[in-house]
């Protein structure tokens, strides 16, 4: 099996500094940031941000225009030096497969490793083992066209595995499929190139698949790389209301800072009413006018609100989800908070009490 090819570390990889510019547009605004030998990231954003860019560039497709791509000590891209995409020991993974349809299933897999010094037996040993880990050994002689999309994507991942690369670069894979399938493929994904030893840099528009997989997520916007951590951190402590709404949020509500507790907590006065909140961003709040994102995770109805913390609402909507259900749940004035999920169904129509701690809750200053 795989464990064969486990390789030697992958380089740590830097960008330093990165501009691209396609004309007078800037694609990539002072790109900083470190990947670390084996790390999983997920490069996500609104479509436009830069995110194909970003990998494009470490994948050697594009030039960039100032700053430095490092692999380990090695400049692989700057203002002046270009190593081609071949000579980056990395392989890619796309979101229309790009398989070779004139070839089978062995031979697209097995074309990667076409230029090493490995012999015929081994070679072949090799991508009989990687079709096999995927489930597809015994469609080694088909051609694309006739496998379906889940297939045709686990190829295209047993052909990026095959030659050990470094690095896994993948862009947008799961995005053609269908939800069910998308959720199998994504755990398949993780798997084999964890246990590959590659680094990944995985692009996604989707909040919840860049959540699932990743050690770490980059969050672009404008081509500027807006927040770097880990999933829970970014959930728990988005840098501005831009993160916060792009990695989902229940809704949004303004109010005022009526106190400030020891504990970096706010007190918030809103026309739905009282709410304790999370300071976002670095700055201190003061006695201002805030929105207020609320996140729907630790979000629980109740039967009636009562105190700080808790505001009255009515249901407006229930979908079963198999584990509970999810609500949407009118505040009045116009507000509404959506995905509250509860174990328990609660009707339409139904006044309940929302409970929402200051976990749910970060305030950011309004402009
Ligand atoms: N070849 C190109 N020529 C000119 N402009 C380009 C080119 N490729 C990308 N851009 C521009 O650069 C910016 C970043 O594009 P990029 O494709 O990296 O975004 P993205 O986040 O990957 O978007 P999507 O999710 O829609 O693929 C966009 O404004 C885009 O229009």
């Known amino acids: 099996m795989v464990d064969r090819f486990i390789k030697a570390k992958a380089p740590v990889i830097i960008f330093d500094s990165v501009e691209k510019f396609y004309g007078e547009q800037k694609a990539l605004c002072d790109i900083n ?3 670390q030998p084996g790390q999983f990231t997920v490069l996500l954003g609104p479509s436009g941000s830069g995110k194909s860019t970003m990998l494009r560039c470490l994948g050697g497709l594009e030039h960039i225009d100032s700053g430095v791509i490092r692999f380990g000590d090695e400049i692989v891209s700057s203002s002046k030096v270009h190593k081609a995409p071949d000579r980056r020991n990395l392989s890619m993974v796309f979101q229309d497969f790009a398989l070779w349809p004139h070839m089978t299933v062995f031979d697209n897999v097995a074309f990667s490793l076409g230029r090493t010094s490995m012999d015929k037996s081994e070679a072949q040993k090799r991508v009989m083992d990687l079709l096999e880990r995927v489930g597809l050994a015994h469609y080694s002689s088909r051609f694309p066209s006739t496998l379906s999309g889940g297939e ?104 005022r800072v009526t106190q400030e507790f020891e504990n970096g907590i706010y007190r918030i006065e809103t026309a739905a009413g009282i709410l304790d909140a999370r300071g976002g961003g670095s700055d201190r709040l003061e006695c201002q006018n805030v929105t207020l994102l609320v996140r729907s995770a630790p979000i629980r109805l109740i039967a009636n609100a009562s105190g700080a913390g808790e505001l009255p609402g009515r249901v407006v909507d229930v979908a079963f989800r198999g584990r509970g259900y999810d609500h949407v749940i009118d505040l009045g004035h116009g507000r509404r908070l959506l995905g509250v999920f509860s174990e328990d169904r609660w009707e339409r129509n139904e006044i309940v009490g929302v409970r929402i701690p200051p976990e749910a809750c970060i305030a950011f200053p309004l402009n």
């Open 152 to 255: 045709q994507q686990r190829v295209s991942l047993a052909r990026a595995l095959v030659g050990a690369p470094d690095v896994i670069l993948f862009d947008e894979p799961l995005s053609s499929l269908d939800a069910d399938l998308r959720e199998r493929l994504r755990v398949e994904i993780a798997d084999l190139t964890r246990e590959a030893g590659a680094s990944a840099l995985y692009i996604t528009h989707d909040q919840s698949e860049a959540f699932a997989l990743a050690d770490v997520v980059g969050v672009l916007n404008k081509g500027e790389l807006v927040q770097v951590g880990k999933p829970e951190e970014i959930y728990r402590a988005p840098a501005s209301p831009f993160i916060a709404q792009f990695t989902g949020v229940a809704g949004e509500l303004s109010g």
């Open 33 to 35: 940031m470190t990947i």
